[in-house]
T-cell receptor, first 113, second 115 residues
Framework: SAVISQKPSRDICQRGTSLTIQCQVDSQVTMMFWYRQQPGQSLTLIATANQGSEATYESGFVIDKFPISRPNLTFSTLTVSNMSPEDSSIYLC??????????FGSGTRLTVV | DAKTTQPNSMESNEEEPVHLPCNHSTISGTDYIHWYRQLPSQGPEYVIHGLTSNVNNRMASLAIAEDRKSSTLILHRATLRDAAVYYCILIFNLNPYNQGGKLIFGQGTELSVKP
């Protein structure tokens, strides 16, 4: 199955700033997914990113707050913009792997102070 | 995506089998049943998936009811490293190669394993 490298693994940011999270896959994939996991909660899908098209956002998530880039079939970024303490979460990327299911990155633990 | 229902938590003893149930009474004919687990401080990990027939792999077995309205993940011998949150997820697939769907997570079952 694919290996996903996600960076940074953790960060502490000031409110009002932005953080860009990178997700690199060691093979070409059609679709990449971005999730948020708030403390003690399950995962919530933020958006689906296809190469060459605009990301598709789930209800409650907007492009201005979580802009996503997908420049090629192995890479994507998620930016958390104008951060507030409520954005403190773990952010994860994921890719589909056919008969291997879906593979997840190790996550980015974000703390906003 | 169809909804699944799982118990919030379960306990098991080490080296005993564990049966984790999942109800999905509104499953459609094209929904695959996926199971993932999330160990503490890690991203989710694929465990197994199936459509109609029971499935086995090195990690677990998946038993699917004949009417597909429920399934059971079976860990044959629980170890302390199996302590995790287990998620049962239905995913709509357009073709046999599992392309195009998105995983929507519920709350899962938190499995604790006692020595």
């Amino acid at each position: 199955s694919a290996v996903i490298s996600q960076k940074p693994s953790r960060d502490i940011c000031q409110r009002g700033t932005s953080l860009t999270i990178q997700c690199q896959v060691d093979s070409q994939v059609t679709m990449m997914f971005w999730y948020r996991q708030q403390p003690g909660q399950s995962l919530t899908l933020i958006a689906t990113a296809n190469q060459g098209s605009e990301a598709t956002y789930e209800s409650g998530f907007v492009i201005d707050k979580f802009p996503i880039s997908r420049p090629n079939l192995t890479f994507s970024t998620l930016t958390v913009s104008n951060m507030s303490p409520e954005d403190s979460s773990i952010y994860l990327c994921s890719v589909e792997q056919g008969n291997y299911g879906y593979t997840f990155g190790s996550g980015t633990r974000l703390t906003v102070v | 995506d169809a909804k699944t229902t799982q118990p919030n938590s379960m306990e098991s003893n080490e080296e005993e089998p564990v049966h984790l149930p999942c109800n999905h009474s509104t499953i459609s004919g094209t929904d695959y049943i996926h199971w993932y687990r999330q160990l503490p401080s890690q991203g989710p990990e694929y465990v197994i998936h199936g459509l109609t027939s029971n499935v086995n792999n090195r990690m677990a077995s998946l038993a699917i009811a004949e009417d597909r309205k429920s399934s059971t993940l079976i860990l044959h011998r629980a170890t302390l490293r199996d302590a995790a949150v287990y998620y049962c997820i239905l995913i709509f697939n357009l073709n046999p190669y599992n392309q195009g769907g998105k995983l929507i997570f519920g709350q899962g079952t938190e499995l604790s394993v006692k020595p």
